[in-house]
């Protein structure tokens, strides 16, 4: 188990405030008794803290370990990427969701998991009273068994799976207002996607999953491509706290491009 720099300097103050104690009642001076009793209060303070920010009580199965807190925030600053984009849509409009095939096994099962925390979010959103969560169809996985599939797709990647043409059938199919892509792009590219063009009218909005760097976000949104990316700011979660507040989430871990 590792200790960040919070849990050290609780665990520092602990224990000089115990040391204090010891030093104070060997000397068993009646001036002495009022400073034991403020030292004792600040090592059961940063006692309990050290203990509950380090998580050592989930040992116990008390609270969560750390690894069950960072998955519950990382979903929560996941999940803070609907909030922002759900919020920008507003309501009125049919938006289509694009997500990769893993995660629209894991929304089909219900299983908990970033995606599962994005759809909780966006239906509570003004954009969530209409719009669907849909994978696109891999044409080059088709003929393929299952056993084959799975073999190449956990080789390949995604991005390195998926085509244009698949997005653009999908696209198709749905007829959507607006877009959100929630999947890697082909080949990490947006070329070849027929909803990404200049002026488009159905808007498209990119998310951090899109694999899009920040300097083509801002020459795709720049040049009216697409309406709006999100870009990861924040290259670490390890330190990151998320907040109960989605919009302070999101701040933390990512950076709106766009209007």
């Not at 959103?125 to 088709?142: H, Q, R, V």
């Amino acid at each position: 188990m590792t200790f960040g720099f919070l849990q050290i300097i609780l665990g520092l103050v602990a224990l000089g405030a115990m040391v204090g104690i010891y030093f104070i009642n060997k000397k068993q001076s009646p001036q002495g008794q009022s400073m034991s009793l403020l030292l004792l209060a600040v090592f059961i303070i940063a006692g309990g803290a050290f203990l509950w920010t380090s998580n050592i009580l989930s040992v116990i199965g008390i609270g969560q370990t750390r690894q069950e807190k960072m998955r519950e925030d990382g979903q929560q600053f996941y999940a803070s990427q609907a909030f922002v984009l759900g919020n920008k849509i507003g309501a009125g409009q049919k938006v289509l969701i694009i997500v990769d095939d893993t995660d629209k096994k894991a929304l089909d099962a219900n299983k908990s998991s970033n995606v599962v925390a994005f759809d909780e979010v966006f239906k509570e959103t003004p954009a969530g009273a209409d719009y669907i969560i849909d994978t696109p169809e891999l044409s080059m996985l088709k003929n393929l068994s299952e056993d084959q599939k799975l073999a190449r797709r956990s080789m390949a990647g995604y991005s390195m799976t998926v085509t244009p043409d698949d997005y653009n059938k999908l696209v198709d199919k749905h007829n959507p207002d607006v877009i959100i892509i929630a999947a890697g792009l082909p080949a990490g590219s947006p070329a070849g996607i027929r909803c990404i063009k200049k002026n488009n009218k159905t808007p498209v909005y990119l998310s951090y999953k899109s694999g899009i760097r920040k300097d083509m976000a801002e020459q795709l949104v720049g040049e009216g491509y697409v309406a709006g990316a999100i870009v990861r700011t924040n290259k670490s979660q390890k330190d990151a706290v998320a907040s109960a507040d989605l919009q302070e989430s999101f701040d933390q871990m990512y950076s709106y491009i766009g209007e």
